[in-house]
Structure formats: structure tokens, C-alpha cells
């Protein structure tokens, strides 16, 4: 029997609504639900019936790549507390953070864009990478265990900023070793 398609994501997929979450637990769940709407197991009950599979499907699809991210299923977690992420409008960070990515931004500028700025880089992103380790750690700690709803969506804004930081630093090292 399949969860109503208006469900949130955790209850779609029968899970708890923690951020920790067994990868391979998510994935078995997707396999049997979409096992479960194939639209070829509708293929006789006629169209009708397939694009509703079809819609299942999408559904499935969709609420999988939000829960497999962890930023995505904090984000998810927070708006079902009623604190949504709002990460257009509010962008108000601590200010040891702010610091923080300046000095991040500064090290990606002063490696350059030599061949020999590669060590460099790689050893920001090592160091952004373990921030960003830690910040995951805590965003579990506040979701699962302290309940603070306030302090993950603030934790997920940061995160969303290391994350698209660690895409530059990638995209750095992409250029630099296509040279």
C-alpha cells in the first residue's frame, strides 16, 4: 500500500524524520517503491492509470534526491519544525563565519591560476572539507538530538555557502588541470 503522493518525503519513504539516515536504507526503499508504480505493472488498467504511475515515479525520483542530500533533507527537516530555510531572504550569518569564508576566498585568490597553484587549492579544500564535515556533524547534533530547529537552518545556510565554495575550488582545480 503506497503513502498518499501529498506526503512529505520521510513519509513516503516509511522513514523516520531524522537527518541520519542509512544510505543504503533509502536506496533499498526507493528500489520497492518504484517497483510498486512501474507504469509497465499498469500497462493493462490502461493510460489513465500509467500516468498516474508516471506521476508516482516522479514523485519518488524526486523526494530520493532530497533525502540523499544532506543539505536538502535538513532543509526539508527544518520546514516540517516551521522553520524553512528561506535562504533568498535571510542570509544573516555569524560573523566568525563571514571571516572565516573571507580568509577561505583569500586563499583561493592569492594560489592564482599557475600549474603550481594545485597544492594550494588542494590543501583549502581539504581544510573547507573538514568545516564542512564538522558543520554536517553539528547540523545532526541540532536536528536529532537537541531539536533546535532555529540553529539547523542557520547551520544549513552556512553549509549551502561551503558547498558552493568547495564548486569554485573544484571548478579552480578543473581549469588549472585542463592547462
Known amino acids: 500500500m503506497l503513502p498518499r503522493l501529498t506526503d512529505n518525503d520521510f513519509a513516503l519513504f516509511g522513514l523516520p524524520e531524522r537527518q541520519a539516515l542509512e544510505r543504503s536504507q533509502l536506496d533499498a526503499r526507493r528500489r520497492a517503491l518504484q517497483a510498486e508504480v512501474h507504469p509497465d505493472r499498469f500497462a493493462a488498467e490502461g493510460a489513465a492509470a500509467q500516468r498516474l504511475a508516471m506521476q508516482w515515479a516522479m514523485r519518488i525520483n524526486e523526494a530520493h534526491v532530497r533525502l540523499k542530500d544532506?543539505?536538502?533533507?535538513?532543509?526539508?527537516l527544518c520546514a516540517l519544525r516551521g522553520v524553512p530555510i528561506d535562504a533568498?531572504?535571510?542570509t544573516a550569518m555569524p560573523a566568525a563565519f563571514l571571516a572565516r569564508q573571507m580568509q577561505w576566498r583569500?586563499?583561493?585568490?592569492?594560489?592564482?591560476?599557475?600549474?603550481?597553484?594545485?597544492?594550494?587549492?588542494?590543501?583549502?579544500?581539504?581544510?573547507?572539507?573538514?568545516?564542512?564535515?564538522?558543520?554536517?556533524?553539528?547540523?545532526?547534533?541540532?536536528?536529532?538530538?537537541?531539536?533546535?530547529?532555529?540553529?539547523?537552518?542557520?547551520?544549513v545556510?552556512?553549509?549551502?555557502?561551503?558547498?558552493?565554495?568547495r564548486e569554485d575550488?573544484?571548478?579552480?582545480?578543473?581549469?588549472?588541470?585542463?592547462?
Open 157 to 165: 545556510r552556512a553549509l549551502m555557502f561551503v558547498a558552493r565554495f
Open 88 to 90: 533568498e531572504r535571510n
Open 169 to 179: 575550488i573544484a571548478r579552480r582545480l578543473e581549469a588549472l588541470d585542463a592547462h
Open 70 to 76: 544532506p543539505l536538502k533533507r535538513a532543509a526539508a
Open 106 to 155: 583569500e586563499a583561493l585568490d592569492e594560489a592564482g591560476e599557475a600549474a603550481d597553484a594545485i597544492g594550494a587549492i588542494r590543501a583549502l579544500d581539504a581544510d573547507v572539507a573538514r568545516d564542512e564535515q564538522a558543520g554536517l556533524e553539528r547540523l545532526q547534533t541540532l536536528l536529532d538530538d537537541t531539536g533546535d530547529a532555529n540553529a539547523a537552518a542557520a547551520e
